[in-house]
């Protein structure tokens, strides 16, 4: 975690943090809100990497940090996770309102890590009013997601999102191995579809989110919680399905939710290709 000096963000609920731009916004390029939805358990330390650039690259927008977590993966209902992403769909429900009011011709951004961070985005999106959901974003960036589901990368991807400490070393993984085993069950026993199964469909669900929107899938050969060919037959389908506006960029060395660090360059030139081919078609 980092020293509370070095995250001047607002808490407005648990797990969710807004920095709002001090100055008046006068750009009317880039986004008018970054919102990122965390992989499970981010650190920080890591979360803020991205913050900073945002920060430093479109220094008009707003940030919103919404940080998931083994609950909202394995235990948490729809319906309560929706109850806690309100105030970051208040949040974005006020950008978006100035957007369709002719106030502010930019939108906002989602930026979504893994996922945990997918099923966060998913129920931010889900808990927004039918006539706004599909107006929300005008990009949406996908970071090492989605997957499919295993057994043994559950276990890894639950195992890695747990506290660091020689407890959990030890204690972890039986643990682990123990919930998954009850939960496969009564997946098994009720015929309700697996947690990933169902992100990867409601990612390309046109309800969900609008195929006229651009999308840009960021991911690696060398990932071993979420192997490259699931995040390619995602990015497939989504194009079959209307997504057309669809780019991607497949690193060869990078590991999992760390492309940014290990070819910090190439990924910032094409999250910011991305949004500036929005910008461009917006204004014309």
Not at 33 to 61: E, N
Not at 66 to 75: D, K, L, P, T
Not at 258 to 267: D, I, V
Request: aromatic share 8%; hydrophobic share 40%; net charge neutral.
């Amino acid at each position: 975690m980092m020293h509370k000096a070095n995250w001047d963000f607002e808490a407005i609920g648990d797990g969710i943090s807004y920095f709002r731009q001090p100055h008046q916004k006068n750009n009317r390029d880039g986004p008018s809100l970054v919102v990122l939805c965390t992989w499970m358990s981010a650190a920080r330390k890591h979360i803020s990497k991205y913050t900073q650039q945002y920060r430093q690259q479109y220094p008009d927008a707003d940030i919103l940090v919404v940080e998931s977590g083994v609950a909202e993966m394995v235990y948490r209902s729809n319906s309560s996770q929706q109850i806690w992403l309100q105030p970051a769909r208040d949040v974005l429900l006020s950008h978006t309102s100035q957007h369709l009011q002719g106030h502010d011709q930019r939108q906002a951004v989602l930026h979504v890590f893994s996922n945990g961070g997918s099923q966060c985005a998913i129920q931010l999106a889900t808990s927004l009013p039918e006539p706004i959901r599909l107006h929300a974003f005008s990009a949406i960036i996908f970071d090492s997601c989605p997957g499919t589901a295993t057994y043994q990368r559950t276990v890894q991807a639950l195992t890695l999102s747990m506290p660091k400490s020689p407890l959990t070393k030890y204690l972890g993984p039986p643990i682990v191995h123990i919930v998954l085993c009850l939960l496969y069950l009564a997946l098994f026993v009720t015929g309700a579809e697996d947690a990933i199964t169902r992100i990867r469909k409601q990612l390309n669900d046109h309800k969900l989110f609008n195929p006229g929107v651009p999308r840009l899938y960021i991911y690696s050969k060398a990932d071993k919680l979420v192997p490259y060919q699931d995040v390619k037959s995602h990015v497939d389908d989504a194009k079959v399905k209307g997504y057309r506006a669809t780019s991607e960029v497949l690193f060869e060395t990078s590991a999992h939710c760390a492309h940014a660090m290990a070819h910090k360059e190439q990924y910032w030139e094409a999250v910011g290709g991305l949004l500036e081919a929005h910008a461009s078609q917006a204004s014309e």
